[in-house]
């Protein structure tokens, strides 16, 4: 596999993109890297997104 | 019952299931429920009775908090005490948000890294959304069909990027801890792992010894299943394989499907750089034919890979556990016989209910990867019974144990209530989106529990590991002592702290 976009990552300082709990978000940025917010809604809307979460969050 | 609400104030679930914890924990609350009027969560309230019109009159926009409470002034103590602790959580903001990730992307040039934590069915849409911003992804989400998983690591290979999990908790890349990891010095070693806390186990064994990790790439838990076919391992060690900054490799993972096994074995054998490979459950010769050296577990993993620079890992020694038994056995009651595992890491699970079963016989659990024997009743332990507070009967409405060290905490009264119980053991683990002290967390409930052994006539051994690293923001010399300074055993890894409980057992039942 061509590794040069992975390396290219490896070399450079890390930009994050958080998509989910901004918690995650600010434990980057609390150990000194940049992190921005997606502020992340399901296409369908509404209900369904925190019994997901919290599934999703039980792993 | 008190409320406020609060409309137009957004707090995302996590931060609700957090502030719902905080609340619930304040002197003077009986139950207590924080966040968005959503439709399941007016449901919720119906559920536990703390609603009335103007509640459910409230939209999807409304922040509610709600309690039953002794008195307003608890109550508005309360809700005091649980903003200041919010407030302190969440110190740090991120000072942008998007909506989407082209918004992001288009604003931040720079970007490079996606970290994608959405419900598993939506997980899919989102990896190609960043992948094709050119994003590398790392994406924690669970619950993603394997086809799907199949189709985001095809496309990530295709553009030539990293596309680490779905179900990916633990990757450290250029020095940050993504997700749940901890955090790590940098050094010599890349690790490409399927299994999140043996990555994060091994890594911290190097970080302990001075040394450290270059990078570390997980793959999720179904990497090396056939369906997907091993192909963020295979990409891994590539990318490792060509860093000038990984001078050693280590594959961590679960014994793969057997044609995924082939084909990472077959990579392996043309592996230029020196490596370390723990499949668990794998045959040794299979692994030593690559040309590669094996690894038995993951204390073993750590220990062979700092042996390749010259360094070893501490752990205790078999009679320096022995001699740690013996010492604690001493005034225990006759009756106390049994040891009570209560963990918040799945993996550490399986390895203690292995090690000590090799000791003490068969163990109840909660997981039949871990043990036959079921526990029918998971609020009674029978017996030997170790319990993993991961699982999702524990996790419904709340976050995972290692973000929430609450999940697990009544499980310290609960069995200490049993004069049977001679040992309880626990894992500890850091990372930075988790709590800020889950040691200090728990000590009360240790120092009840050892007075209700002593007011018995007897003595409760607590036998802790901590996973983590002195890099970590709880750090983990800071949690171990606090665990020691309490009486609490504390061992270097989980492995030897299920070896000390099952000596412990063995003893008791020795001398009676």
Known sequence: MDCSKILELFQSELVVVNVGPKSFANALIRQGYQAVQVDWTPVAGGDKEAQALIELLGM | MYWIIEKGHYIDSLESLFATTVLNEQPGIQRALVGMATGPAKLILKDVGLVNEELLACSDADYVIVAEADSQEAFEAAVDEMRRVMKQNNAVEAEESYATVAEAVAAHPKANLCSIAVPGEYALEEVKKALNAGLHCCVFSNNVPLEDERQMKELAREKGLLCMGPDCGVANINGAALVLSSINARGPFGIVGASGTGIQHVAAILHEAGSGVSQTIGTGGNDLKEPVGGLMMLCGIDALEADPETKYIILISRKPAESVLQKVLDR?????????????????????????????????????????????????????????????????????????????????????????????????????????????????????????????????????????????KPAILREAADPEVAVILLDFILTPPGHPDPAGYVLDDVRRAQKMARQRGGRIAFVASVLGTTADFQNIDDQRRKLMETGVLVCSTNYKAAQLAAKIIRLKKEIG
């Not at chain 2, 370390?276 to 890979?305: H, P, S, Y």
């Not at chain 2, 020694?317 to 009570?340: F, H, I, N, S």
Request: hydrophobic share 40%.
């Open chain 2, 268 to 408: 392996v054998s043309r592996c230029k750089k020196p490596r370390v490979v723990l499949f668990m459950g794998c045959e040794r010769a299979r692994i030593e034919a690559t040309g590669t050296i094996w690894a038995e577990n993951l204390d073993d993993c750590g220990q062979k890979a700092l042996e390749l620079i010259g360094k070893s890992a501490e752990f205790e020694t078999e009679a320096q556990l022995d001699a740690m038994a013996a010492e604690a056995v001493k005034g225990m009651a006759p009756e106390q016989k049994y040891v009570r595992g209560a963990f918040s890491g799945g993996t550490y699970m399986d390895e203690a209910v292995h090690a000590m079963e090799a000791v003490i016989g068969p163990i109840y659990a909660n997981n039949p990867n871990a043990s036959p024997l079921q526990l029918p009743d998971l609020n009674k332990s029978i017996e030997n019974t170790c319990i993993d507070y991961g699982e999702e009967e524990f996790t419904q409405g709340r976050p995972h144990p290692a973000i929430d060290a609450g999940v697990r």
